[in-house]
């Protein structure tokens, strides 16, 4: 059931983008996207609840393809601050609200 | 608003003892889940609750672990005996509007 994140890992220079994708088996309800620092809790992105729907936060934005059971995290102009692990958390119907979160995404941001 | 509290934030115990954690989720949050992350790997569900109720534990080892939630506000989590395959970070979590809220969690090393 656990979600399948692409790439593993990338690595950009400043300014650059970037699309983390996250895909799964099943057909999904929601889609969730956090990002975690080293050492740190993980952090909540957005919720993408609807098949199509798109949601941005500044320069980091998603799309939800509920056809494809997938979701897209877009990056674009990159910051140092962005750098981290990225996880997709997918709620599936009928579940009660549980979360099974993705394998992650370690994305480094070099000046 | 305070976050999600947790405790211990570290903990380093010998293989076959026991070991427990507690979790103070945000105030009127009626889900809580708790999620064992070993490192390099996303955060893997381990319990939810509603309230006091479990709503999902297939995930848990019961041979080993145990979670209650008392009155529907704080949980602990506990580990008998642990093993050295336990050693992960433990994160507890409370949600609202399908936002998942994260404590810092408590890193365990068994040894």
């Known amino acids: 059931q656990q979600p399948v994140q692409s790439p593993q890992a990338v690595i950009l220079r400043e300014g650059e983008d970037a699309v983390i994708n996250c895909s799964s088996s099943?057909?999904?309800?929601?889609v969730h996207w956090y990002r975690q620092k080293h050492g740190e809790a993980p952090v909540f992105l957005m919720i993408?609840?609807?098949?199509?729907e798109q949601k941005g936060h500044e320069k980091i934005s998603a799309s939800f393809n509920e056809k494809k059971q997938q979701s897209s995290l877009y990056l674009t102009a990159s910051q140092l601050s962005y750098s981290g692990t990225y996880f997709c958390?997918?709620?599936?119907?009928?579940?009660?609200?549980?979360?099974?979160f993705g394998q992650g995404t370690e994305l480094s941001v070099k000046p | 608003e305070a976050g999600v509290a947790q405790s211990p934030r570290y903990k380093i115990i010998e293989k076959r003892q026991s070991v427990a954690f507690w979790c103070n989720p945000i105030?009127?949050?009626?889900?809580l889940y708790w999620y064992q992350q070993i490192l390099g790997q996303g955060p893997k569900l381990l319990i939810q609750?509603?309230?006091?109720?479990?709503?999902?534990d297939s995930q848990l080892p019961k041979d080993r672990f145990s979670a209650e939630r008392l009155k529907g506000v704080d949980s602990t989590l506990k580990i008998q005996p642990a093993k050295l395959e336990d050693s992960a970070v433990y994160l507890c979590?409370?949600?609202?509007?399908?936002?998942?809220?994260f404590g810092q969690g408590t890193r365990l090393t068994v040894v």
């Open positions: 105030s009127g949050h009626a889900t």
């Open positions: 099943k057909a999904l309800y929601s």
């Open positions: 958390g997918t709620g599936l119907y009928n579940q009660g609200g549980k979360l099974i």
């Open positions: 979590a409370s949600t609202r509007g399908g936002e998942a809220f």
């Open positions: 993408l609840l609807k098949g199509g």
């Open positions: 609750f509603q309230n006091n109720g479990v709503v999902d």
